[in-house]
């Protein structure tokens, strides 16, 4: 148990160290599509939880034992995994291989973009 405590802290510290970096570029729902879409994103939440999911053209998620749908709204990206409540983020663009996830001006996540397999 103590190796998944420190995991989790060290993400955390990690989260907290990029979500004061200096803003990149808030993108717009086509952005979205166009930079995010067709890849494969692996990061950590404010919260510690890491994930490693890949978006599809056609906005279907594929996590290791799980998939989902995202759509765009209002220049967000939304997620439904099932339950019929999709949870919606902004996207910011560190670099070409960086992203934030925003809930309004906040960071709430980060994770950095890879060719899909």
Not at 11 to 19: E, G, P, Q, R, S
Not at 59 to 83: H, L, P, S, W
Request: glycine share 12%; aromatic share 8%; with cysteine.
């Amino acid at each position: 148990m103590p190796t998944l405590w420190l995991a989790t802290t060290l993400a955390a510290l990690a989260f907290a160290a990029t979500a004061t970096a200096a803003e990149g570029e808030r993108l717009s729902g086509d952005e979205i599509q166009q930079q995010v879409w067709g890849h494969r994103v692996q990061g950590a939440m404010a919260s510690g939880q890491q994930y490693d999911e890949v978006y599809r053209q056609d906005g279907k998620i594929e996590g290791d034992g799980y998939t989902g749908q995202a759509t765009i709204v209002d220049d967000r990206m939304c997620f439904d995994y099932g339950d019929g409540q999709p949870t919606c983020y902004g996207v910011r663009q560190d670099s070409d291989e960086s992203i934030e996830w925003l809930d309004g001006d906040e960071v709430v996540g980060e994770g950095e973009l890879s060719n899909a397999e």
